[in-house]
């Protein structure tokens, strides 16, 4: 059952489109990715839902658990780069917040354990690492008590540690049934949280479903990935019976459904006449077909 449905949405700057018209659902409960490339019209969707900026043109219908059409959801932002008072302590923070709403203000103590933040209360924000202001921002985007979280790349430019602690605090929320829609670039962020994901590019949804169901939808079940001492055009593969290679960043690569005898002849073949350096044989996975249909690399 779905908490927010979108259907047609448009978004221009002057006449240069941001979005072109679209449509996505996301369902009670479930952790949602909307993934691409900077540019791609991420962030301008996640604001467009969470009321901070205007479309020109389609539809936003939210729900409840019910099924019923409602209006004011309550919202629980983390920004990509959150700004707060410096000079107050996070004790202070938590206060100043929680006198907007009226959840009671010591609704967000169960979290303090979560965010690991239960020795910093009384540390003024300008004092806390990096890692320790997301996982704040994190702790006070629940001091309302949200019906869905939005959460705008929430571990960009975290070191490795503290992006895992970031995923296993949005599982944990997901587990107490919170929704969560978040935005990234990072491939492995998205096949790791998300039920289900959108992939983004220049303002377009290029497909949304499952990561293992997306991967099955373009038949990449399996990538051939190699290099060559003397490069040729990928044109030349069609001599091998090679359909769909592509070329990137030095990197030939094909996707086959299965290991198999022709696959082996066609690698016999290309070695013969070909100078390879090197090549693999692996599973594919989303970041291939990311690669596929947006054209670019993803983060790592």
């Known amino acids: 059952m779905s908490i927010i449905s979108i259907s047609g949405l448009l978004k221009r700057y002057g006449k240069i489109p941001a979005l072109k018209g679209i449509s996505f659902d996301v369902r009670h409960g479930e952790i949602f990715a909307l993934l691409g490339p900077n540019g791609s019209g991420k962030t301008t969707t996640l604001e ?25 959801l309550k919202i629980g932002p983390v920004f990509q780069t959150p700004v707060y008072y410096d000079n107050l302590t996070v004790r202070e923070l938590i206060k100043y917040y929680s006198q907007f709403y009226v959840t009671p203000s010591n609704h967000v103590d169960k979290y303090f354990d979560l965010v690991n933040l239960q020795d910093k209360l009384d540390c003024q924000y300008k004092d806390l690492s990096g890692g320790q202001k997301q996982q704040l921002s994190i702790l006070l985007s629940l001091v309302n008590d949200p019906d869905i979280l939005f959460f705008d790349e929430p571990s960009n430019a975290l070191d490795p540690q503290i992006r895992l602690k ?5 599982r944990t929320l997901k587990s107490e049934g919170k929704t969560i829609i978040f935005t990234t670039h990072y491939i492995e962020e998205a096949e790791a949280l998300a039920d ?13 479903d499952k990561p293992e169901e997306i991967i099955k939808l373009y038949n990449d079940n399996f990538k051939v990935e190699f ?8 044109e030349s593969f069609e ?7 592509s070329f990137f ?6 996707s086959v459904d299965s290991i198999n005898g022709r696959l082996m002849q066609i690698v016999k073949d290309m070695s013969e006449k070909l ?7 692996g599973k594919s996975s989303l970041e291939d077909v990311f690669v596929r ?5 993803a983060a790592s």
């Open 48 to 72: 467009i839902l969470m009321g901070l900026r205007s479309f020109n043109e389609g539809e936003i219908r939210y729900f409840d658990a019910a099924g019923q059409q409602k209006v004011g």
């Open 227 to 234: 290099t060559l001492e003397q490069p040729v055009d990928v």
């Open 293 to 297: 249909l947006t054209g670019e690399k």
């Open 239 to 245: 001599q091998f019976g090679v359909v769909g290679m």
């Open 196 to 208: 289900r994901v959108s992939i983004l590019s220049k303002g377009e949804i290029l497909v949304t």
């Open 249 to 254: 960043d030095g990197v030939y690569s094909f």
């Open 166 to 170: 970031i995923w296993d605090i949005i």
């Open 275 to 281: 100078s390879i350096s090197k090549i693999t044989i």
